[in-house]
């Protein structure tokens, strides 16, 4: 975790040149850091997020195309008895006439702050606000992902996920999501937004079904292991590799009856019904 100190992120901020980690204008009459002090919670200090990386605990984007950018910062509340989970929170600001009002604070309790950035997941042309803590390794983490719909933020959905990406689309970003199989084999989806809610999307899967099968190649080069074997077919089938995902699940089945792993047999005999069905 990259916490920083107020004294320290301004000087960050004074070198920084980067588009969204900008300092104040000069048309801005309090300073940022003042501004983010104001709005702090009790006991908690400035932190960056593990991703996307090189991120600030501050950024600024205007969500209502007024030609002010909203304030967006993450935080940290240290629980009082180590080393039980911390909380992990973010609030945007919004500028009204002279002065500046809270819009949204979400926290939640966790090990670690993921994930705070923006990416356009509905394709209206302004980007959501995600933000993601991670629970723990065998919980993994939770993606809140929010909407500026009149005038406010509005939480869209809500993401479990032990790895993700994201998979540039039509208008839209799609999210892939890498849950954990075993160890560190994961099963992957890929979802859009639909109007409505995140979706699995086929198109955005075979788009980025190379990425998964290279992460599985690597991985089987190290170690030829049947559950690196499941989670490539799984993909195979998802990205209509049927003749690749018909020869992964016979290395699988092999590997498990060398162990005699008659319960992965019969998971490996479940994903040949899957591929059968979808290839007719």
Known sequence: MKKIMLP??????????????????????EDLMKIVSRFMPSNASLISPENPSSTLPIQL????????????????????????????GSI??????????????????GVDLDFSGLEDITGDGTKEYLFGVTIGAAAGSELEVYQWVDNSFKKIADVPYHKMDFVNGKQKVGIAVWQMYIGDSYLVDVLKWN???????????????????????DKISEMDAWFYWYCLADAQIKANKFEEASKSIQKGISLAKKSSMQEVVQDFND???RLENKRN
């Open 271 to 273: 994903l040949t019904e």
């Open 195 to 217: 109007g409505e809610k995140l979706v699995y999307n086929e198109e955005l899967y075979s788009k980025y079904y190379p990425i998964i099968e290279k992460f599985y190649k």
């Open 92 to 109: 945007v600001l919004k500028k009204d006439n002279a002065d500046w009002r809270k819009v949204l604070e979400t926290k939640i309790q």
């Open 61 to 88: 984007y205007d969500f209502d195309h007024d030609g002010q950018k909203e304030i967006i910062f993450t935080f940290e509340i240290k629980a009082k008895d180590q080393p039980a989970p911390s909380q992990f």
């Open 8 to 29: 320290t992120l301004l000087l960050l901020f004074a070198f920084s040149f980067s588009p969204i980690f900008v300092h104040a204008n000069e048309d801005q009459k």
